[in-house]
């Protein structure tokens, strides 16, 4: 089992920056892949960034492609979203997951292939 564990969300004005973590614990050594999803009210959850806790590859959802940078801490275990230039559009609860085994990158995105989930952290950016 591996737990996850989100904070650093709150409420910024637009054009502001936040950063979020991630922290993990449990039995995170065959971990593959995390990454950030978000669920706005009454919308599904949608794929926000994930990174390939290993060889550290990234990738991004167009919506948040050169503002949202990913990152990790392996020895830490930490995952980290740092989010600049925020948007009202990016209000949303913020959750963290884990995926444990390989996956083709075209399906990274998909939130039904990630085994493990957060409790969720709360962004609200102002106009």
């Known amino acids: 089992q591996v737990q996850l564990v989100e904070s650093g969300g709150g409420l910024v004005q637009a054009g502001a920056s936040l950063r979020l973590s991630c922290a993990a614990s449990?039995?995170?050594?065959?971990?593959?892949?995390m990454g950030w999803f978000r669920q706005a009210p009454g919308k599904e959850r949608e794929f926000v960034a994930s990174i390939l806790w290993s060889a550290g590859n990234t990738y991004y959802s167009d919506s948040v492609k050169g503002r949202f940078t990913i990152s990790r801490d392996n020895a830490k275990k930490t995952m980290y979203l740092q989010m600049n230039t925020l948007k009202p559009e990016d209000t949303a609860v913020y959750y963290c997951a884990a995926r444990r085994a390989f996956i083709f990158s075209y399906y990274i995105n998909a939130a039904s292939n990630y085994d493990y989930w957060g409790q969720g952290t709360q962004v609200t950016v102002s106009s």
């Open positions: 449990g039995r995170t050594d065959s971990t593959y892949a």
